[in-house]
Nanobody
Framework: QLQASGGGLVQAGGSLRLSCVASGRTFSNSAMGWFRQAPGKEREFVASVSWSGDSRLYADSVKGRFTISRDNGRNTVYLVLNSLEPEDTAVYYC?????????????????WGQGTLVTVSS
C-alpha cells in the first residue's frame, strides 16, 4: 500500500529526494509522515505533512535541511534531503495516518511502507 523509493549512497553535503506512492484508499484524507531508523537505534520521526499540505512538522535535527511535500493527484509524498550528514544514514520509512492532521508520534500512523536506505559517506 506504501512504496518508498529514492534512497542511495551520497556524500556528505549532497542531496536526495525520496518518494512514497500510496494506494488511493491509504492516501485519501490522510496525513503522511517520514520516519527513519539508524543501525542500532530506535525509529525516529523526521517529518509529517497534513492532508491539505498546509501543516508541516519537522524533527529539530532536520529542520532547515529536509522538506516534505505531497502531490494528492499522484498519491505521492516526497522528502527532499539537503545538506546530508553521515548522521542521516538510516532506513527511511513513509507512513500514512489514516487521519488528516500531521503528527510526530509513530503510534499515530496506521500504515507503513517497506523503507528505503539512505547512506551518507563522510
Amino acid at each position: 500500500q506504501l512504496q518508498a523509493s529514492g534512497g542511495g549512497l551520497v556524500q556528505a553535503g549532497g542531496s536526495l529526494r525520496l518518494s512514497c506512492v500510496a494506494s488511493g484508499r491509504t492516501f485519501s484524507n490522510s496525513a503522511m509522515g517520514w520516519f527513519r531508523q539508524a543501525p542500532g537505534k530506535e525509529r525516529e520521526f523526521v517529518a509529517s505533512v497534513s492532508w491539505s499540505g498546509d501543516s508541516r512538522l519537522y524533527a529539530d535535527s532536520v529542520k532547515g535541511r529536509f522538506t516534505i511535500s505531497r502531490d494528492n493527484g499522484r498519491n505521492t509524498v516526497y522528502l527532499v534531503l539537503n545538506s546530508l550528514e553521515p548522521e542521516d544514514t538510516a532506513v527511511y520509512y513513509c507512513a500514512a495516518r489514516g487521519a488528516p492532521s500531521a503528527r510526530t508520534s509513530s503510534t499515530s500512523y496506521s500504515y507503513w511502507g517497506q523503507g528505503t536506505l539512505v547512506t551518507v559517506s563522510s
